[in-house]
Nanobody, 122 residues
Framework: HVQLVESGGGSVQAGGSVRLSCAAS????????YGWFRQGPGKDREGVAA???????FYADSVKGRFTISKDSAKNTVYLQMNNLKPEDTAMYYC?????????????????WGQGTQVTVS
């Protein structure tokens, strides 16, 4: 079993930056794939970014050029650096791990999920 714990959320003004972290523990290896999803008020959960076992990254069009996903395999931690934040980025952000094929933004292809961390942009 794998546990994911997100941190780094908070309130920020538009144009500001936030870095989210997701620490994985349990039966997990350095080649794990990770993803970040978010769910804004009254919206469905959507994929934000993902990084696969080789370090290839994927981004939603809405965050390209502003967000960067990275991982430290030695620490089993994935990060989401969010720059130039906009009010529409306000959401609960969730970390996911271990993608079983499929397309990275499909929620049902991820095995493990964190509890989420709130980001509010005003």
């Amino acid at each position: 079993h794998v546990q994911l714990v997100e941190s780094g959320g908070g309130s920020v003004q538009a144009g500001g930056s936030v870095r989210l972290s997701c620490a994985a523990s349990g039966y997990i290896g350095g080649g794990t794939s990770y993803g970040w999803f978010r769910q804004g008020p009254g919206k469905d959960r959507e994929g934000v970014a993902a990084i696969d076992s080789r370090g290839t990254t994927f981004y939603a069009d809405s965050v390209k050029g502003r967000f960067t996903i990275s991982k430290d395999s030695a620490k089993n931690t994935v990060y989401l650096q969010m720059n130039n934040l906009k009010p529409e980025d306000t959401a609960m952000y969730y970390c996911a791990a271990e993608r079983r094929g499929g397309i990275w933004y499909q929620q049902d292809v991820w095995d493990f999920w964190g509890q989420g961390t709130q980001v509010t942009v005003s």
